[in-house]
Protein backbone atom coordinates (compact mmCIF):
# COMPACT_ATOMS: atom_id res chain seq x y z
CA UNK A 1 0.00 0.00 0.00
CA UNK A 2 2.70 2.66 0.82
CA UNK A 3 5.26 1.72 -1.99
CA UNK A 4 7.80 4.07 -3.28
CA UNK A 5 8.51 2.55 -7.10
CA UNK A 6 10.50 4.86 -9.57
CA UNK A 7 12.00 3.18 -12.29
CA UNK A 8 14.85 5.46 -11.67
CA UNK A 9 14.77 4.40 -8.23
CA UNK A 10 18.12 1.96 -8.00
CA UNK A 11 20.12 4.81 -9.68
CA UNK A 12 18.86 7.02 -7.08
CA UNK A 13 19.76 5.19 -3.95
CA UNK A 14 23.45 4.04 -5.48
CA UNK A 15 24.03 7.85 -5.80
CA UNK A 16 22.69 8.40 -2.05
CA UNK A 17 24.57 5.51 -0.73
CA UNK A 18 27.74 6.20 -2.13
CA UNK A 19 28.14 9.60 -0.50
CA UNK A 20 26.41 9.08 2.91
CA UNK A 21 29.67 8.97 4.81
CA UNK A 22 30.86 12.00 3.27
CA UNK A 23 28.95 14.31 5.55
CA UNK A 24 28.94 12.57 9.05
CA UNK A 25 32.19 14.68 10.33
CA UNK A 26 29.35 17.85 10.39
CA UNK A 27 26.35 15.69 12.50
CA UNK A 28 26.42 18.32 15.40
CA UNK A 29 26.15 21.07 13.19
CA UNK A 30 22.60 23.03 14.17
CA UNK A 31 20.17 22.28 11.74
CA UNK A 32 16.14 23.01 10.40
CA UNK A 33 14.74 19.84 9.80
CA UNK A 34 14.81 16.42 11.09
CA UNK A 35 13.78 13.26 9.20
CA UNK A 36 10.64 11.34 10.43
CA UNK A 37 10.27 7.71 10.02
CA UNK A 38 7.01 6.12 9.43
CA UNK A 39 6.17 2.18 10.44
CA UNK A 40 2.91 0.38 10.77
CA UNK A 41 3.41 -3.34 11.43
CA UNK A 42 6.86 -5.26 13.29
CA UNK A 43 7.17 -9.13 12.12
CA UNK A 44 3.82 -9.67 10.60
CA UNK A 45 5.10 -11.05 7.27
CA UNK A 46 1.35 -11.28 5.96
CA UNK A 47 0.95 -8.15 5.34
CA UNK A 48 4.22 -6.89 3.65
CA UNK A 49 3.24 -3.33 2.11
CA UNK A 50 2.78 -2.07 5.96
CA UNK A 51 5.42 -4.44 7.59
CA UNK A 52 8.96 -4.28 8.42
CA UNK A 53 10.58 -7.79 9.55
CA UNK A 54 11.93 -7.85 12.55
CA UNK A 55 15.39 -8.35 11.30
CA UNK A 56 15.18 -5.26 9.26
CA UNK A 57 13.96 -3.27 12.34
CA UNK A 58 16.92 -4.58 14.37
CA UNK A 59 19.29 -3.12 12.43
CA UNK A 60 17.25 0.09 11.66
CA UNK A 61 17.74 0.38 15.23
CA UNK A 62 21.82 -0.37 15.43
CA UNK A 63 22.41 1.73 12.30
CA UNK A 64 20.29 4.95 14.79
CA UNK A 65 22.07 4.18 17.74
CA UNK A 66 25.53 3.61 16.17
CA UNK A 67 25.81 6.14 13.90
CA UNK A 68 25.84 10.27 14.58
CA UNK A 69 22.36 10.64 14.32
CA UNK A 70 20.00 11.96 17.36
CA UNK A 71 16.64 10.43 17.92
CA UNK A 72 14.19 12.26 19.71
CA UNK A 73 9.87 13.02 20.27
CA UNK A 74 7.98 13.61 17.76
CA UNK A 75 6.61 16.68 19.66
CA UNK A 76 9.84 18.03 20.64
CA UNK A 77 10.71 18.26 16.76
CA UNK A 78 7.87 19.91 15.72
CA UNK A 79 8.51 22.56 18.88
CA UNK A 80 12.12 23.32 17.90
CA UNK A 81 11.14 23.95 13.89
CA UNK A 82 8.06 26.00 14.63
CA UNK A 83 10.14 28.11 17.34
CA UNK A 84 13.03 28.62 14.74
CA UNK A 85 15.09 26.72 17.27
CA UNK A 86 18.09 24.60 15.72
CA UNK A 87 18.12 21.62 16.18
CA UNK A 88 21.14 18.72 16.05
CA UNK A 89 22.16 17.88 12.58
CA UNK A 90 20.81 14.20 11.33
CA UNK A 91 17.79 14.95 13.84
CA UNK A 92 15.12 12.05 13.31
CA UNK A 93 12.01 11.48 15.11
CA UNK A 94 10.25 8.00 15.15
CA UNK A 95 6.39 7.04 14.16
CA UNK A 96 3.93 4.22 13.71
CA UNK A 97 0.36 4.50 12.66
CA UNK A 98 -2.49 2.18 13.45
CA UNK A 99 -1.97 0.64 16.89
CA UNK A 100 -1.43 -2.89 15.55
CA UNK A 101 -0.49 -5.65 18.54
CA UNK A 102 2.96 -5.64 17.23
CA UNK A 103 3.72 -2.25 18.22
CA UNK A 104 3.27 -3.20 21.50
CA UNK A 105 4.34 -6.68 21.87
CA UNK A 106 7.56 -5.99 18.81
CA UNK A 107 8.69 -2.30 18.96
CA UNK A 108 8.06 -1.17 22.34
CA UNK A 109 10.43 -3.59 24.10
CA UNK A 110 13.20 -2.99 21.50
CA UNK A 111 12.88 0.41 21.38
CA UNK A 112 13.18 0.91 25.10
CA UNK A 113 15.95 -1.05 25.24
CA UNK A 114 17.69 1.68 22.85
CA UNK A 115 16.50 4.17 25.06
CA UNK A 116 14.63 5.61 21.80
CA UNK A 117 10.69 6.63 21.94
CA UNK A 118 8.02 6.94 19.12
CA UNK A 119 4.99 8.86 18.29
CA UNK A 120 1.76 6.17 17.61
CA UNK A 121 -0.64 7.64 15.79
CA UNK A 122 -4.18 5.70 16.36
CA UNK A 123 -7.66 5.73 15.17
CA UNK A 124 -10.04 4.95 18.09
CA UNK A 125 -12.47 3.13 17.21
CA UNK A 126 -10.63 -0.75 16.48
CA UNK A 127 -9.16 -0.06 19.91
CA UNK A 128 -12.76 0.88 21.13
CA UNK A 129 -14.04 -2.39 20.04
CA UNK A 130 -10.84 -4.44 20.91
CA UNK A 131 -10.79 -5.58 17.01
CA UNK A 132 -8.18 -8.57 17.08
CA UNK A 133 -4.87 -7.45 16.46
CA UNK A 134 -5.01 -3.73 18.27
CA UNK A 135 -3.45 -2.79 20.91
CA UNK A 136 -5.92 -2.40 23.98
CA UNK A 137 -6.69 0.94 25.64
CA UNK A 138 -4.11 -0.73 28.92
CA UNK A 139 -1.32 -1.23 26.21
CA UNK A 140 -1.64 2.14 25.11
CA UNK A 141 -1.78 3.20 28.79
CA UNK A 142 1.79 1.43 29.53
CA UNK A 143 2.87 3.02 25.94
CA UNK A 144 2.22 6.42 27.36
CA UNK A 145 3.57 5.92 30.87
CA UNK A 146 6.89 5.24 29.23
CA UNK A 147 7.13 8.77 27.76
CA UNK A 148 6.05 8.05 24.10
CA UNK A 149 4.10 10.05 22.01
CA UNK A 150 0.25 9.74 21.22
CA UNK A 151 -1.54 11.26 17.74
CA UNK A 152 -4.52 10.91 16.34
CA UNK A 153 -5.62 9.50 13.22
CA UNK A 154 -9.69 10.23 13.88
CA UNK A 155 -12.05 7.83 15.28
CA UNK A 156 -12.83 5.03 12.07
CA UNK A 157 -9.84 5.91 9.83
CA UNK A 158 -11.39 6.88 6.79
CA UNK A 159 -10.17 7.93 3.31
CA UNK A 160 -10.96 11.83 4.44
CA UNK A 161 -11.35 13.45 1.20
CA UNK A 162 -14.23 11.48 0.23
CA UNK A 163 -16.93 11.85 2.95
CA UNK A 164 -18.38 15.33 3.77
CA UNK A 165 -16.63 18.14 6.35
CA UNK A 166 -19.12 17.44 8.58
CA UNK A 167 -18.49 13.41 8.50
CA UNK A 168 -14.75 14.37 9.62
CA UNK A 169 -15.49 17.22 11.94
CA UNK A 170 -17.18 14.31 13.92
CA UNK A 171 -14.50 11.99 13.11
CA UNK A 172 -11.71 14.37 15.18
CA UNK A 173 -14.42 15.31 18.05
CA UNK A 174 -15.33 11.76 19.05
CA UNK A 175 -11.86 10.46 18.45
CA UNK A 176 -10.51 13.58 20.57
CA UNK A 177 -13.45 12.77 23.26
CA UNK A 178 -11.84 9.12 23.65
CA UNK A 179 -8.52 10.03 24.03
CA UNK A 180 -9.17 12.68 26.97
CA UNK A 181 -11.77 10.08 28.60
CA UNK A 182 -9.24 7.31 28.42
CA UNK A 183 -5.87 9.19 28.37
CA UNK A 184 -6.75 12.48 29.64
CA UNK A 185 -5.52 13.99 27.08
CA UNK A 186 -6.12 15.53 23.87
CA UNK A 187 -3.31 14.99 20.43
CA UNK A 188 -2.12 18.03 19.34
CA UNK A 189 -0.65 16.17 16.39
CA UNK A 190 -2.34 14.58 13.48
CA UNK A 191 -1.54 11.68 10.58
CA UNK A 192 -3.94 11.56 7.97
CA UNK A 193 -4.70 8.16 7.29
CA UNK A 194 -3.46 6.84 4.10
CA UNK A 195 -1.64 10.32 4.17
CA UNK A 196 -5.08 11.42 2.11
CA UNK A 197 -6.46 14.94 2.34
CA UNK A 198 -7.32 17.92 0.71
CA UNK A 199 -7.49 21.31 1.27
CA UNK A 200 -10.53 21.64 3.43
CA UNK A 201 -9.29 18.15 5.35
CA UNK A 202 -6.40 20.30 6.21
CA UNK A 203 -8.02 23.23 7.35
CA UNK A 204 -10.77 21.54 9.60
CA UNK A 205 -7.39 19.70 11.26
CA UNK A 206 -5.54 23.01 11.72
CA UNK A 207 -9.16 24.64 12.88
CA UNK A 208 -9.57 21.72 14.96
CA UNK A 209 -6.56 22.80 17.11
CA UNK A 210 -3.97 20.05 16.05
CA UNK A 211 -0.31 21.60 15.60
CA UNK A 212 0.57 19.97 12.78
CA UNK A 213 0.16 17.20 10.59
CA UNK A 214 1.70 14.27 8.45
CA UNK A 215 1.13 12.47 5.66
CA UNK A 216 2.78 9.74 3.93
CA UNK A 217 4.89 11.63 1.03
CA UNK A 218 8.87 10.97 1.31
CA UNK A 219 11.12 14.03 1.99
CA UNK A 220 12.59 15.94 4.99
CA UNK A 221 10.76 17.47 7.59
CA UNK A 222 11.27 21.66 7.80
CA UNK A 223 7.91 23.26 7.63
CA UNK A 224 9.24 26.20 5.01
CA UNK A 225 5.53 25.73 3.55
CA UNK A 226 3.56 25.35 6.42
CA UNK A 227 3.11 22.19 9.16
CA UNK A 228 0.02 20.83 7.78
CA UNK A 229 1.74 18.65 4.88
CA UNK A 230 4.55 17.40 7.12
CA UNK A 231 6.35 14.56 4.97
CA UNK A 232 7.50 11.03 6.23
CA UNK A 233 9.53 8.34 4.82
CA UNK A 234 7.36 5.11 5.12
CA UNK A 235 9.18 1.46 6.03
CA UNK A 236 8.20 -1.36 4.80
CA UNK A 237 9.55 -4.78 3.79
CA UNK A 238 10.52 -3.78 0.32
CA UNK A 239 11.42 -0.61 0.90
CA UNK A 240 13.15 -1.09 4.37
CA UNK A 241 16.59 -2.04 3.82
CA UNK A 242 19.55 -0.23 5.06
CA UNK A 243 20.33 1.64 1.74
CA UNK A 244 16.76 2.68 2.07
CA UNK A 245 17.02 3.78 5.73
CA UNK A 246 20.50 5.59 5.02
CA UNK A 247 18.89 7.71 2.33
CA UNK A 248 16.53 9.22 4.71
CA UNK A 249 18.36 9.84 7.83
CA UNK A 250 21.05 11.36 5.87
CA UNK A 251 18.62 13.36 3.94
CA UNK A 252 18.16 17.23 3.46
CA UNK A 253 15.45 19.06 2.99
CA UNK A 254 14.00 20.70 -0.23
CA UNK A 255 12.00 23.65 0.31
CA UNK A 256 9.53 24.62 -1.87
CA UNK A 257 6.26 27.17 -1.69
CA UNK A 258 4.19 28.72 -4.09
CA UNK A 259 3.26 24.89 -4.64
CA UNK A 260 0.49 24.49 -7.37
CA UNK A 261 -2.03 22.66 -7.99
CA UNK A 262 -2.36 23.54 -3.93
CA UNK A 263 -4.55 20.80 -3.47
CA UNK A 264 -3.25 17.39 -4.04
CA UNK A 265 -6.84 15.73 -5.19
CA UNK A 266 -6.56 16.71 -8.37
CA UNK A 267 -9.27 17.51 -10.84
CA UNK A 268 -6.63 17.82 -13.58
CA UNK A 269 -4.69 14.98 -14.85
CA UNK A 270 -1.98 14.86 -15.64
CA UNK A 271 -1.78 18.47 -13.17
CA UNK A 272 0.17 21.44 -14.57
CA UNK A 273 2.44 20.98 -11.56
CA UNK A 274 5.21 23.26 -10.38
CA UNK A 275 6.86 25.30 -6.81
CA UNK A 276 9.02 27.84 -6.14
CA UNK A 277 12.35 27.09 -4.60
CA UNK A 278 13.78 29.17 -1.48
CA UNK A 279 16.97 31.03 -2.18
CA UNK A 280 18.98 28.59 -0.20
CA UNK A 281 18.29 25.70 -2.66
CA UNK A 282 21.20 26.81 -5.13
CA UNK A 283 21.45 23.91 -7.48
CA UNK A 284 18.11 24.20 -9.05
CA UNK A 285 19.82 23.19 -12.44
CA UNK A 286 20.18 19.70 -10.80
CA UNK A 287 16.86 19.08 -9.91
CA UNK A 288 15.16 16.12 -10.94
CA UNK A 289 12.14 14.58 -10.53
CA UNK A 290 10.89 10.81 -10.82
CA UNK A 291 7.28 8.86 -11.36
CA UNK A 292 6.71 5.33 -11.35
CA UNK A 293 5.01 4.94 -13.90
CA UNK A 294 7.34 7.55 -16.57
CA UNK A 295 10.62 7.47 -14.52
CA UNK A 296 12.67 11.02 -14.86
CA UNK A 297 9.92 14.15 -15.55
CA UNK A 298 10.89 17.13 -18.22
CA UNK A 299 11.49 19.66 -15.28
CA UNK A 300 11.68 23.65 -16.73
CA UNK A 301 13.74 25.84 -14.52
CA UNK A 302 12.83 29.53 -14.43
CA UNK A 303 14.60 31.66 -12.00
CA UNK A 304 13.24 30.25 -8.79
CA UNK A 305 10.30 28.59 -10.70
CA UNK A 306 10.23 24.66 -11.52
CA UNK A 307 7.51 23.50 -13.59
CA UNK A 308 7.54 19.48 -14.06
CA UNK A 309 5.95 18.21 -16.48
CA UNK A 310 3.99 14.38 -17.05
CA UNK A 311 3.69 13.02 -20.47
CA UNK A 312 0.71 11.03 -19.61
CA UNK A 313 -2.19 11.43 -16.55
CA UNK A 314 -1.11 10.45 -12.90
CA UNK A 315 -2.04 6.33 -11.98
CA UNK A 316 -3.07 4.66 -9.49
CA UNK A 317 -4.53 5.46 -6.29
CA UNK A 318 -1.72 7.22 -4.31
CA UNK A 319 0.35 8.10 -7.13
CA UNK A 320 3.35 10.41 -6.34
CA UNK A 321 6.08 12.36 -7.83
CA UNK A 322 9.56 12.57 -6.20
CA UNK A 323 12.29 15.45 -6.35
CA UNK A 324 15.56 15.44 -5.60
CA UNK A 325 18.85 17.68 -5.63
CA UNK A 326 22.66 17.78 -4.44
CA UNK A 327 22.61 18.98 -1.31
CA UNK A 328 26.39 20.12 0.50
CA UNK A 329 28.61 17.23 1.89
CA UNK A 330 27.43 14.51 -0.80
CA UNK A 331 24.04 14.63 0.52
CA UNK A 332 20.76 15.06 -1.33
CA UNK A 333 17.61 17.00 -0.79
CA UNK A 334 14.35 15.36 -0.83
CA UNK A 335 10.81 16.76 -1.75
CA UNK A 336 7.61 14.15 -2.40
CA UNK A 337 3.97 14.86 -3.12
CA UNK A 338 1.59 12.50 -2.81
CA UNK A 339 -1.59 12.76 -5.61
CA UNK A 340 -5.14 11.63 -5.38
CA UNK A 341 -6.47 11.18 -9.28
CA UNK A 342 -10.76 11.59 -8.57
Known amino acids: MFKFQFRCRATILGLVTA ?16 TIL ?33 VMPLDEVVE ?55 MDWDQ ?9 GIGSQTQTHPHMHRIPIEDNRRELQVSNERFLAELGLRPTLFAYPYGEYNRAVRELVRNTGFEAAFGQNSGVAHGYDGFFELPRFALNEQYGDRSRLETAINGLPLKVNQIVPEDV ?26 NSKYGKLDVAIIGRRAEIRMPGPLVGKRPRVNCTMPGPEGRWRWFGRQFLPE
Open 19 to 34: ALLAGHAAHSLAADYA
Open 38 to 70: MYHRFGEDRYPSTNVTLEQFEEHLEILASGPYN
Open 80 to 134: HLQAGEPLPDRSVAITIDDAYLSVFKEAFPRLKERGFTATLFIATRPVDRNLPGY
Open 140 to 148: IREWQAAGF
Open 265 to 290: VLTTNPPLYGFTLSADMDQERQLRCF
